[in-house]
């Protein structure tokens, strides 16, 4: 069985649009795709287009504002499409929709895939402004990254879904890339969404305001946190990957 029987994308509304930019958020290191995503999609007025199924995924299905919603969803604005998950993504599954998504990107003619992320950081609580890491597969974006504030990553991994993306993009020859904002390990970080989307805004020039993610930081924490205990179970399931002592 292949990607596409597995892993089902059913656009809703018809989604054309010429080289759009795809940004993902995906629940993983203090859900800072996921914040991140779900603010940007609110306070841009996104209209939620598709949504991806599978058997593969957890049997869970979300409620907003009393409807009743497939927890992997697409949305648009212009030539910017959104992917959001509200599930955490099981290693098994994350092999075969890291590849479905890819050959749907490439099919999209997608000009850039931005994949956004946490990296833990022990003293996350003495950081007012998390720094954001990032890193790319295309040498110009890497450019256009640092342009923005980013830190490129010079050595070390990157580990788990979005590395797939990164993998499948390569060998689609797509342009792919990841921010990751210092974060608190194991809690929901409003403040590391909020620093990842400012770097956005200067990075493919949108005026996403953070001012509200910020205030409302202690309440989205609580939101958040039910899927923040599902998403640390479900990476602690994931195979675990030796670092070389180089980069310890």
């Not at 009393?66 to 697409?74: F, M, T, Y």
């Not at 210092?182 to 809690?187: D, E, F, G, I, T």
Request: aromatic share 6%; net charge negative.
């Amino acid at each position: 069985m292949n990607a596409s029987e597995e892993i089902t994308i059913i656009e809703t509304k018809k989604i054309d649009v010429d080289n759009p930019i795809i940004i993902e958020g995906v629940p993983d290191m203090g859900l800072v795709g996921s914040i991140a995503v779900s603010h940007m999609i609110l306070q841009q007025k996104f209209e939620e287009v598709g949504y991806i199924k599978s058997d593969l995924f957890a049997p869970v299905m979300v409620v907003h504002e009393r409807k009743v919603l497939n927890p992997v969803r697409i949305f648009q604005k212009g030539n910017l499409i959104a992917i959001l998950s509200e599930i955490p993504i099981d290693p098994k599954a994350g092999y075969i929709l890291s590849r479905r998504l890819t050959e749907w990107y490439k099919d999209k003619g997608a000009e850039l895939i931005i994949s956004i992320s946490g990296t833990p950081l022990q003293e996350r609580i003495d950081v007012e402004e998390p720094e954001v890491f990032g890193t790319s597969n295309k040498e110009e974006i890497i450019k256009k990254m640092e342009d923005s504030g980013v830190k490129i990553l010079e050595e070390g991994f990157v580990s788990g879904f979005y590395a797939l993306i990164i993998k499948n993009s390569m060998e689609l020859n797509l342009s792919s890339s990841i921010l990751l904002g210092q974060c608190y390990p194991s809690y929901p970080d409003p403040g590391a969404a909020a620093s990842v989307l400012k770097v956005l805004n200067k990075m493919i020039d949108l005026n996403i305001d953070v001012k509200d993610l910020v205030e409302q930081g202690e309440d989205l924490k609580v939101n958040y946190r039910a899927l923040m205990d599902q998403t640390n179970a479900s990476m602690q399931r994931e195979t675990k990957v030796e670092v070389p002592t180089m980069y310890r």
